[in-house]
């Protein structure tokens, strides 16, 4: 593949995962962690762009997204994808992406409600720009992204050259732990999720850039992946500049959206307002096109529905959901992210560990199991729904308990013990040729 095409898909990488999500966390993130920024925003870059880097990596290793949930049974395979696909999409990302969309970036300029006007617009533009995803590239990569970055640039500049404020001293708790907060808060961004989806859109647009071997896949994936971390590292840096220094503005516990609402008014005055909706609705609308095609992707390979088809009813159902209020979708559809961000991240894990050596045939059904639980341990507590008494007693018990990922070490030992297993089944059926040719030549 040419280095220009690595690169324009690098920047629709880049695009895909930069939702308005991404743009307001870091902020609220900045301001809380004060002088403390950097130690928090190191921890924050691990497991916010450290994580989905890495499962883009594996993805490519593997060279195919199915063999992620190949040795598992069928339906459980399916399952895992259907949901996985279903929260992504249209059940939470993509009606959050509208919603966010609109109030950030239209709302603003009216005084009448206006989300259902809005949702259609929006909606059948990112139908258009997805119902030929052999363009997407072209439409994201070459276009959109370059844009999205200019008018970044154009924030981070004004933020770093004439700040509005000082860092004061961090709160919460960055002020004893801001690299584990930061790795905390990263985590908590679920990209790890979205990476295991837009895995599907990365790898068959590597593959219709012509390179179809297992070598020439995982090479590519790990340059894309590299461009991706990057722009996305950058774009946190600066997000959560503006946030350590909008001391002025805003004071601590404050929503990363008002944040930077306030501060491109500070900033540029009048003009901020369009500055900050031109930047929500480019990062909110590629992340609905690539939503649209990754999800459509893996209906036209697993059940060869039309792509066409598929991708309307997604879309069509996205804008219906986004305007029955995203308050109650949270309620149905947080609990089951919460459990398959951590069900992902293990699965990447063990399709990685059956990359390099051998492993048993139960290790990738062992590890869902154990990240299932363990995950939904996890969600209960972030959800506030964890006993009291419970709660203390996994918290002294259970690692990572009160890092919110008390699945991952159960999920590693679980990996290590099956991958043993499996090393030591694969050798006594090599001893026992070596032993059967020795008792033959024996009788001979």
Known sequence: MKTQDI??????????????????????????????????????????VGLPAFTIIVLGRIGNTNNLTKALPKWLGTTFWVLLFTAIGPAFGMPRAVTVAYEMGIQPFFTNDHL????????????????????????????????????????????????????????????????????????????????????????????????????????????????????????????????????????????????????????????????????ILMACLTTTVGLTNACAEYYQDTFKASFGFTATVIVVLTGVIANFGLNDILKVSLPAILVLCPVAIALVLASLAASTFTVSRLTHSAVLITATLFGTIDAINILGKMPKDLGDFFSDTLPLYNAHAGWLLPSLFMLITTAMIGRTASAEKKFGRVDYRLKTANND
């Open 116 to 279: 259902v006007a809005f949702s259609i617009i929006f909606s059948a533009v990112t139908l258009f720009l997805a119902f030929k995803p052999g363009n997407l590239v072209t439409y994201i990569g070459k276009i959109m992204t370059p844009a999205l970055i200019i008018l970044l640039c154009g924030l981070g500049l004004a933020a770093f050259l004439s700040p509005l404020g000082t860092p004061a001293a961090p709160s919460g708790d960055y002020q004893v732990g801001a690299v584990t907060s930061g790795l905390i808060q990263g985590y908590m961004t679920m990209d790890a999720i979205a990476a295991v989806g837009f895995g599907w859109v990365i790898i068959h647009a590597i593959k219709a850039k012509g390179v179809t071997t297992q070598q020439g896949i995982a090479s590519t994936s790990i340059k894309v992946a590299l461009i991706y971390a990057a722009l996305m590292a950058s774009c946190y840096i600066v997000m959560g500049y503006v946030g350590a220094t909008s001391t002025s503005i805003a004071e601590h516990g404050v929503n990363g959206s008002v944040i930077l609402t306030r501060y491109v008014a500070g900033e540029f005055g009048h003009y901020g307002q369009w500055l900050l909706a031109a930047i």
């Open 7 to 48: 690169f324009v898909l690098g920047l629709t990488t880049f695009a895909l995962f930069l939702g308005a999500g991404n743009l307001i966390f870091p902020p609220a993130m900045g301001l809380d962690a004060g002088t403390s920024l950097t130690s928090a925003m190191a921890g924050f870059l691990i497991t916010a």
